[in-house]
């Protein structure tokens, strides 16, 4: 019988394992929630009305169809038993593996207040950016129509928690949107009275960057009118607004009806079961600290990689959580199996996982970004194109890659945001603004 | 003061009366429920994969953006004082007007069995559209993890009710997705096995359409292995599938986990409202009879244009419920509006509303479709590239035809479907197989 390994998660983790295991001797099955991978780098984009859904991601059949060893399954898993080598699924189904990978990933976290989810959604999944998307242009249509001063100020109140990459994308994608994409359409209100706000705790923005590149962010921020406060704490989210704690101890009520969570993750879910049943050391948030090979300490045949798991790189911090290191741990996973495969019971001496640093990248806006690339630190115009070039050549499916290059075309021509569609629900639709009619 | 144009409805009838009121020495306001324009001729390609929703959608701020005269509003409009010449909003407040053109459509109708609604999906708006975009997508999904051979049976099974035009687009597209799309993709069913069944209760399919075409049309759908019954009535619909009865009264339970609807149509909400308190004229689909002018009988400044109204056409029978229809019908409206504006007070006498009929058609695959334009029946390539052209003109905003056009030149090349992407819920998900986490 032919080598079984189980892949869980068709995210940037799984995704590229599974590619990496086009040629292997082995019976390959993708499993995931969700029957396409998602750009996460270009969600905010559908966030904020610039890209649609569709156009960053792929459908995992498409992507793996001609791969005929590998099989892609829509299944939600619950539970593992390492020692047997089975998962079984929510559904009740069980299915074996001799290899496993897992890479499902993290969640949002809310810092333990996982109420405040329903005001502030986070930026993880299509239905997120979706309802995000909704309570952006939403809170300008009922600022329009608001007449009272007070609730019209808090309908163009927008509270962005978090500064790192996420929270520093959306803002300047918000910016763009008041200053750029909404001008000469409302008759009421001025777009440009919308306040853009983003806080944390830390003492700056983009901590995983270095301090001349976050100055230069922040600088790219406030022309687009966006407010950095580092170093304030979020208290309280509600259906009116926010609590701010300065550092100072003083805290501060700000009513805003558009509140956007950009803070940390931490593992939960399978992440968690998975941990507690080969008694993996984790760090704090949940992250599973993986051995040097990417295999959880005692279980060499469970693989863990992309942003559920935790390692150190070589100056001995842990690696971040973002696209690259994934990607590298997945293909690496897949090699290690191969290798294993081929020395036929053998031993087998692979070399200790190497992230190979290719750098960090954030956008802001219009020819305006960050980059800390090959050693060197850009900005402005070069680390934008930087930026186009790297999201475009590594979004899947050739398509894909199209549409959104024409997109970001019109867009950078004419300022138009095309697909910003008020859909579906969002939480704090106030309920006396009538929004779409929600039977389906 | 200036005069006042209210119009209710961003579709095909308000959008163009709007467009058409551009140079008019008056105030306009239109009024929807939803940000966006909807292109509904392509929403089944939205349905079935082949575009993302933001693809055939405009924002209406972005369309008359320019439009100096012209204001948007979002708002659900919940009744008229057709004497004191005000519409009151659901969330309380009321808007003045001089002039009145209601265009809010019409709604889906299920035979007064409103609870079939739940199980089987109609195609009026984005979010059905994306619903029974995951009822298709999950139903194959659903098939190769079933092992059960008679619910695998039932969830390859796909009953589309009704055989007008959107009925025969969806049951094309569902043939071309599993007889295309999907080859290669899974490894447990082959989606060949897809059983398609529209049926109708008419003689034939395409009533609306000369038996030549009808009858090319069965041919076409046939190729693609869609099962056409004609002369067959639907009495039940629930979460396993449909009962059928035959002209000879025989009654039929088919097990299917996938039914659509393409129905008919009636008028509910504020379309009704409208009958009430104007005393209008109504058809048994509670259409408001319209005068000649497209006005309701004693109420000359309230004009009702598109699919909320019924006018006889030259030949006697009531016109279509078609965007050219709704175009047609909105621009004469803006027309009256400004001649009487122009008479200042004096009288008008402006000719009869007439339709100018530029055909039908309908699409049924690649390279397939029918075609009554110019009185001429075409069929087959000619058709289908007329459909082309036709739609790709019509689609507002250009970056949305450059979309368009390129996502349809990959799916004629590669077969592929780049937006089948399985997001939200869909009401039939069966529980013991899970699906994506929902929290929001």
Chains 1, 2 share one sequence.
Not at 152 to 176: N, P, Q
Request: aromatic content about 8%.
């Amino acid at each position: 019988m032919q080598h079984r390994v189980v892949i869980l998660g068709g995210g940037f983790g799984g995704l590229y394992a599974a590619l990496a295991l086009r040629k292997a001797p082995a019976e390959v099955t993708l499993i995931d929630r969700r029957n396409f991978h998602l750009f996460q780098p270009l969600l905010y984009q559908v966030a904020t009305g610039s890209l649609s859904p569709g156009d960053i991601c792929a459908p995992l059949r498409s992507v793996l169809s001609r791969q005929k060893n590998t099989r892609v399954l829509l299944g939600d898993v619950a539970d593992i038993d390492p020692n047997a080598r089975t998962l079984s699924l929510r559904d009740g189904a069980t299915y074996p593996y001799d290899s496993l990978i897992v890479a499902t990933g993290s969640e949002s976290f809310y810092f333990g207040k996982d109420q405040w989810r329903v005001w502030a959604p986070s930026l993880k999944s299509v239905e997120e950016a979706t309802t995000i998307r909704h309570k952006i242009f939403y809170a300008f249509e009922a600022a329009e129509r608001e007449t009272d001063p007070e609730r019209r100020r808090a309908w163009l109140t927008f509270v962005i928690v978090g500064g790192g990459t996420t929270g520093v994308e959306l803002a300047g994608a918000l910016g763009e949107i008041a200053i750029h994409t909404l001008k000469h359409e409302f008759r009421s209100i001025n777009p440009l009275e919308a306040r853009i706000l983003m806080v944390d705790g830390a003492p700056r923005l983009l901590m995983a960057y270095p301090e001349d590149l976050a100055a230069r962010a922040e600088e790219s921020l406030l022309k687009l009118r966006v407010r950095v406060r580092a170093g304030v704490n979020v208290t309280e989210v509600d259906d009116d607004g926010v609590t701010l704690r300065f550092g100072s101890g003083v805290t501060e009520r700000l009513p805003a009806k558009t509140v956007l969570w950009a803070g940390g993750v931490h593992v939960a879910g399978f992440g968690s079961t998975l941990g507690a049943r080969t008694n993996a050391p984790t760090a704090r948030s949940g992250h599973i600290k993986v051995a040097p090979d990417l295999t959880i300490p005692g279980y060499p045949d469970i693989f863990v990689v992309g942003d559920l798991a935790t390692i150190a790189g070589r100056d001995g911090k842990p690696l971040p959580g973002v696209a690259q290191v994934a990607m590298q741990g997945g293909a690496y996973a897949a090699r290690a199996i191969v290798a294993r495969l081929k020395a036929r019971g053998g031993t087998v001496s692979l070399p200790p996982f190497h992230y190979h640093d290719r750098g960090d990248i954030a956008v802001i806006g219009r020819a305006a970004a960050v980059a800390r690339i090959f050693g060197l630190h850009l900005h402005g115009l070069p680390a934008w194109l930087v930026w186009l070039f790297i999201h475009l050549m590594y979004l899947v499916q050739f398509q894909n890659r199209v549409l959104v290059f024409i997109q970001w075309g019109f867009q950078y021509l004419t300022f138009s945001r095309g697909a910003r569609l008020i859909t579906g629900t969002a939480p704090t639709d106030s309920p006396q603004l009538l929004y779409p009619d929600q039977r389906l």
